[in-house]
C-alpha cells in the first residue's frame, strides 16, 4: 500500500461531487465516503462541489487529479470529463466518449445489441401521448417500463401494468423527461456486475443479485437501508458467468469504458440474461453496489477507492 501512494506524494486530489442533477444528494454522499476514505489513507484531499457553474468552479479550486464522484447529467454525460482534458487534469472513470454513450440508455443498448447482449424490446419515446400508446399496444406486452433516457439512480423509472397506467405515466413525465423510451418489463433476478480497470485488463467483481423490497430496484431500494436484501456471490453457473464475461469484456471495448463501472440486467428463468443499462460513475454511499461487491472480493474501501484513483489518466 505504501508503494502505491508513493506516486500522490505531492499532488491535491479534489473529488468531485454534488452538481446539480437530480442525484445531487447521492453524490454527496459517494463524495463524503470517498473523501474519508482518501484521507484516511494520508492523501492532500479536498472536496469539490461543482453546484451548477462547474466550469468556474474547476478554474478557481486547484488539484490535480480528480476523482469524479458525480452521478447523473454534467457529471456522467461526458461534460465534466472534457472541461477536465481542457484543463489538462487526470481524472478518474470513462473518457469523454464512453461517459456520453454510458450515459445515453437508448444509445448503450443499441451498442449492447450489436454485440450479441440480449436487451429488453423497446421503443423510442413519442410526445403524441395516443400515438405512444397505441404503438406499445401493436408492439409490446404489458407490464412496460417508462424509462427517462439519460437520468440515473432509477430516476425517471416507472413499470406500467396496464394501458391506463402508461398513459397516467406519460402524461406525468412527459414534460419533465421528454427524452424517454418504453422497454418491455423482464421477469427475473436483478443482477449487476461491477467492473474495475481497463482494456484488456478488466477485472469482475463477485456478482450482485438484488431482491428489493419493492417492485424493482428503484430510488428508494438503491439508497435506503434494509429496502434490498443483497446476494453475494450470487448463485450462478460458471459457464453463464464467463460468457457474461466475455460478451461484456467486448462490449466495454466498443464504447471505450473504463471502470469503475456496473453493468445492471435481469436473469430470468431460462438462463438469458438481459441487459438494461450500464453506469460508468456507480455509487459510493453505505448502500451502493460496487463497494458491497468489493467487500465480497476481499477489496477494502480504502483499496477499492485507491484503485479507481490510480485509474485516472
Known sequence: MKERLKRFHGKRIGVL??????????????????????????????????????????QETPFDIAYIALHGSVGENGVIQALLELLHIPYTGSRVLGSALGMDKNATKR???????????????????ERMVERVRHTLSYPVVFKANC????????????????????????????????????HGREMTIGVLGKYPEYVFLPILELRPKNVFYDFEAKYTKGMTEFILPAPMDEGVRSHLQHQ???????????????????????????????????????????????????????????????SAE
Do not use: W
Not at 454485440?115 to 424490446?121: S, W
Not at 430516476?155 to 397516467?168: D, Q, T
Not at 471502470?259 to 438462463?271: H, I, K, M, Q, S
Open 17 to 58: 461531487m454534488g452538481g446539480d442533477s437530480s442525484e445531487r444528494e447521492i453524490s454527496l454522499r459517494s463524495g463524503e465516503n470517498v473523501y474519508r476514505s482518501l484521507a484516511s489513507l494520508g492523501l492532500d484531499v479536498i472536496k469539490v462541489d461543482i453546484g451548477s457553474d462547474p466550469i468556474a468552479t474547476l
Open 248 to 310: 461484456l469484456t467486448h462490449a466495454m471495448r466498443v464504447m471505450k469504458l473504463k471502470g469503475p463501472l456496473r453493468f445492471d440486467f435481469v436473469f430470468t428463468a431460462e438462463n438469458r440474461a438481459f441487459f438494461l443499462e450500464v453506469n460508468t460513475s456507480p455509487g459510493m454511499t453505505e448502500t451502493s453496489d460496487i463497494p458491497a461487491m468489493a467487500e465480497a472480493a476481499g477489496i477494502s474501501r480504502e483499496e477499492l477507492v485507491l484503485t479507481i484513483l490510480e
Open 111 to 129: 451498442i449492447l445489441r450489436g454485440c450479441g447482449i440480449d436487451v429488453p424490446l423497446s421503443l423510442d419515446g413519442e410526445q403524441d401521448i
Open 151 to 186: 437520468e440515473g439512480s432509477s430516476v425517471g423509472v416507472e413499470v406500467c401494468e396496464n394501458e391506463a397506467k402508461l398513459r397516467h405515466v406519460l402524461e406525468h413525465n412527459i414534460p419533465r423527461y421528454p427524452d424517454y423510451f418504453i422497454e418491455q418489463y423482464i
